[in-house]
């Protein structure tokens, strides 16, 4: 079993910062790509940011310069800074993995079970 658990998520002002993590524990063997989505009310879910293993991150053209992903590869976790944060990023943010879970084996794609960010005016 594998799971990814996300922290924090909250309530900040228009203007603010918050720092989202997602740890992945369980039957790792290594991790791919991880990634953040988010989806908001009436809306499909979109990818924010994605960012392979050794690779370079890659972000939505609606969040370049304001967030940052990043991963400890050592803590299977992977984080996303929020910054200049806007009402429209009001959403409930989805950590995703790909991982082996064994040498040789397949790859697996789990998700997180969200966590809300919400963006006052």
């Known amino acids: 079993q594998v799971q990814l658990v996300e922290s924090g998520g909250g309530l900040v002002q228009a203007g603010g910062s918050l720092r989202l993590s997602c740890a992945a524990s369980g039957s790792i063997f290594s991790i791919d790509t991880m990634a953040w989505y988010r989806q908001a009310p009436g809306n499909g879910r979109e990818l924010v940011a994605f960012?392979?293993?050794?690779?370079?991150?890659n972000y939505a053209d609606s969040v370049k310069a304001r967030f940052t992903i990043s991963r400890d590869s050592a803590k299977n976790t992977v984080y996303l800074q929020m910054n200049s944060l806007k009402p429209d990023d009001t959403a409930v943010y989805y950590c995703h993995a790909a991982i082996k879970r064994a040498r040789g084996g397949p790859l697996y794609t789990y998700w997180g079970q969200g966590t809300q960010v919400t963006v006052s005016s």
């Open positions: 960012i392979p293993s050794g690779g370079s991150a």
